[in-house]
């Protein structure tokens, strides 16, 4: 199935990259977005590791829907 995950950092009981490894591991495989405002060093280091890209609130204009485009044409990771 061709998607994307939208996800947001701040999630009741836990982060978006904690909802992004539980998906994984039921072998989700969809590339996924992680929305956040002013991230730190270790939610980015966390996300590259994860192979999440991260969109910043505010969302400009064409942000979210240029990030999903490019998440969607990108090659899969392995």
Do not use: F, W
Not at 11 to 36: F, H, K, N, Q, S
Not at 40 to 69: H, M, Q
């Amino acid at each position: 199935a061709n998607g994307c995950l939208v996800v947001d950092y701040q999630l009741p009981g836990m982060d978006g990259l904690e909802l992004v490894e539980v998906l994984r591991r039921r072998a989700v495989r969809l590339p996924a977005l992680l929305i956040t405002t002013h991230p730190t060093a270790l939610v980015r280091s966390r996300a590259r590791a994860a192979g999440v890209d991260i969109v910043e609130k505010p969302l400009l204009a064409e942000t979210l829907g240029e990030a999903i485009n490019r998440a969607l044409t990108a090659s899969p990771s392995a």
